[in-house]
């Protein structure tokens, strides 16, 4: 290839990734002109179809943004709901709101670490192809994903969608007997987490490191997954009634999903990787202490080590989980009782993608008059094209086939989802 | 003499959630052994590797709501040997199709700053509206049981077995006590089709319509029930209004209500 001329690498639709997407990289000379990362997943308007729904229909509604993360959307509808009409959700409903996130993460960052995201760091086109090889690692990987789901249809009856959460919490309290039934697979789980952690370690991780802005939630005393305030590594310490004074959304033409920005224009990062960086004190100690044998720092800024970041994580949960199920005990009422009428409110929960926020205004008899919510991939999508355009900067002598794939790699660092952004990927690298 | 070449499948995606596609990766008893029973010709979720149709077995999951996607399907179509939607936005529209209740300019501008960047058709359409469909799978989501009956199925040349009668039937068959006449709840269940496995009237909520209208449905004999028991009419119009809106027995009753 001459180095004088524009040089272009095209991926058509970009795969392990949920939902459609591209990428379109301008390389001219030894300059990286453009970077669009394309969501071109057509939109399905859910703010506008939320519009004259009751409000006890918002987290079925919302779910359907998402399947790969439902409980992020019924769990922000649900504390938007109630901040609206001043209820408070506490105790063991609020332990068993926990307890299911606990399962959607699991499912969620197993997923993405070991079927989606694992292959690139094994030069292989998917989990299939890791099976052959390595059946160890898969095998452990699909049975701690299916006790992930294990959790979401113990409390919430179904994997996908489940059926039980509501606003102000469940139809019917899952019985102690089902909960408890979670405890010695949990016990087990723990180890094949530590196993999975060790085996992503080892990978070899690209040399990138950006000083990023991570934005995540912060709880006083719990590694925050649903509740909590919404902090960054710049200072920023808010409620989540607050996130609009603080962030913005913006329309791009190549993006069908909003693009997220702080008010002041910078891009910021939401996940994993900030959560941990934010809020590693408090982890578990067996999780710091698994972190550090990993090779990660209390902050960790290189993206393609997020995968190992998703493992601490999903040690993490395993045990929390665990604490939730041993501690269960079925409460007096399934839920508060909840009463319809005006208000405004907002909600904002720690998807396994990274925050997610809502807020409604609701009329007097409760049906829903706006609706705005922001999912984490519209928030992550200007870091994505930023480490997209210092990736290729720092690779410029990559043949195009392989800069492409390092390129569709550090797009899956943020374990996009592109159903939900739409609220995404092909890839295109254009060099002159 | 040599293996019988594998099947080919492919699995396709248009507007959704991802939800139904990610119940075949959610089978994850099955899924190794799937693997390697079928060539995973095309699935984008799951792997980078394609292979060019023909393909013997498409799975698609979403529906059409804008012009490129009305075109894919038809090449979809033409490569496949047998094409099977799964779930409610391929069978019926999904959620999406509240569209076509509405404006959908007034959709645009809610959500978007510059509505002439976004190019939506007025309606979310299901796939049997543009090309021959082989079989429906419902749901919202899909059923992984019943999604591994209809691979079977077609991977040996049968037809699946998947019931049409109705929810009311699941729960008479676990034993069920009934939420409509023990709790005055509304429920969909006698006129939705059953699949989901008895899910939400075992959690003492009525069923909400996840897997569509059954064959034969008595829409209008279950809005004088509902109306009985106190339900206004934008309560009933909303009950049909959801993740089937535009499946035609539930469009037209929900219409009744407007």
Not at chain 1, 129 to 146: C, F, M, Q, W, Y
Not at chain 1, 256 to 277: H, K, W
Not at chain 1, 308 to 319: F, I, S
Not at chain 1, 340 to 366: K, M, N, W
Request: net charge negative.
């Amino acid at each position: 290839m001459t180095k004088s001329k524009t040089r272009t690498i095209k991926v058509g639709a970009l795969a392990r990734v949920e939902g459609e997407g591209a990428l379109y990289v301008r390389i001219r000379g030894q300059e990286v002109t453009d970077v669009q990362f394309q969501i071109y997943e057509p939109p399905r308007f859910f703010e506008a179809l939320l519009q004259g729904r009751m409000f006890a229909e918002a987290p079925d509604i919302t779910a359907r943004i998402c399947g790969i993360c439902p409980i992020a959307y019924m769990m922000g509808a649900s504390h938007a709901m109630e901040d609206a009409l001043r209820i408070e959700v506490t105790g063991v409903l609020r332990d068993l709101r926990r307890l299911i996130y606990c399962g959607e993460w699991i499912e969620s960052h197993v997923l993405h670490a070991a079927m989606l995201h694992a292959p690139d760091f094994l030069g292989m086109q998917d989990a299939f192809e890791i099976a052959r090889g390595h059946p160890d690692v898969v095998t452990k990987a699909l049975s701690l994903k299916k006790l992930g789901n294990e959790i979401l249809e113990a409390v919430g009856g179904r994997a996908v969608h489940p059926v039980n959460l509501k606003v102000g919490g469940f139809y019917k309290a899952p019985s102690r007997t089902a909960i408890r039934a979670l405890v010695e697979p949990l016990k087990e789980a723990v180890d094949s987490a530590l196993y999975l952690t060790r085996a992503f370690a080892a990978f070899d991780f690209p040399d990138y490191n950006y000083d990023y802005q991570f934005v995540s939630m912060r709880h006083p005393d719990e590694y925050a997954i649903h509740e909590g305030r919404i902090i960054s590594s710049h200072g920023l310490d808010i409620p989540p009634s607050a996130f609009l004074e603080h962030f913005r959304e913006e329309h791009v033409k190549h993006s069908t999903a909003l693009q997220g920005m702080t008010t002041d224009g910078e891009r910021y990062l939401v996940g994993p990787l900030a959560r941990y960086s934010n809020n590693f004190d408090q982890l578990s100690d067996l999780a710091k202490e698994a972190a550090r044998d990993a090779g990660l720092g209390p902050v960790c800024t290189n993206p393609f080590q997020s995968i190992v970041v998703r493992m601490v994580e999903v040690l993490y949960a395993c045990q929390e989980a665990l604490r939730l199920a041993e501690a269960y005990e079925e409460p007096d009422a399934s839920c508060v009782e909840v009463v319809a009428g005006a208000g405004e409110g907002h909600g904002c929960t720690e998807a396994p993608r990274g925050i997610c926020y809502h807020t409604y205004r609701l009329d007097d008899d409760g049906r829903i008059l706006g609706a705005t919510i922001i999912p984490p991939t519209s928030q992550n999508q200007r870091q994505i094209e930023n480490d997209v355009l210092g990736v290729v900067q720092a690779n410029m002598d990559m043949a195009d086939s392989d800069l492409q794939w390092r390129c569709e790699q550090t797009i899956r660092n943020y374990d996009p989802c592109i159903s939900c952004s739409t609220h995404f990927l092909n890839l295109t690298v254009d060099r002159a | 003499m040599p293996e019988p070449r594998k099947a080919k499948l492919a699995v396709w995606k248009f507007a959704s959630c991802d939800g139904c596609q990610l119940s075949l990766l959610d089978c994850e008893d099955e899924l190794l052994e799937l693997a390697g029973a079928v060539e995973i010709a095309h699935f984008l979720e799951a792997s980078r590797a394609t292979v060019r149709g023909p393909y013997d077995l498409s799975l698609v999951e979403g529906s059409i709501t804008n012009s490129h996607d009305a075109e894919r399907i038809q090449k979809i179509r033409r490569q496949s040997k047998s094409l099977v939607t799964i779930g409610a936005c391929a069978t019926a529209g999904g959620i999406q199709a509240l569209r076509n209740f509405a404006k959908v300019d007034d959709f645009i501008a809610t959500v978007y700053a510059h509505p002439t960047y976004i190019e939506a058709l007025a309606k979310s359409t299901p796939i049997h509206d543009h090309v021959r469909v082989d079989f429906e799978l419902r749901g919202c989501p899909i059923d992984r049981r019943q999604l591994l009956e209809v691979l079977g199925a077609f991977l040996n040349g049968r037809r699946p077995n998947i019931p049409a009668y109705s929810e009311c039937f699941e729960c008479k068959r676990r034993g069920t006590v009934c939420v409509m006449v023990a709790r005055g709840t509304p429920c969909l269940g006698p006129v939705t089709q059953a699949g989901c496995g008895n899910l939400c009237p075992p959690h003492q909520r009525g069923c909400y319509g996840c897997f569509g209208p059954m064959e034969t449905p008595n829409t209008a004999s279950l809005s004088g029930w509902f109306g009985s028991a106190g339900a206004d009419q934008a309560k009933i119009r909303d009950l049909y209004r959801s993740f089937n809106a535009a499946a035609a027995p539930f469009r037209r009753e929900s219409e009744r209500h407007d």
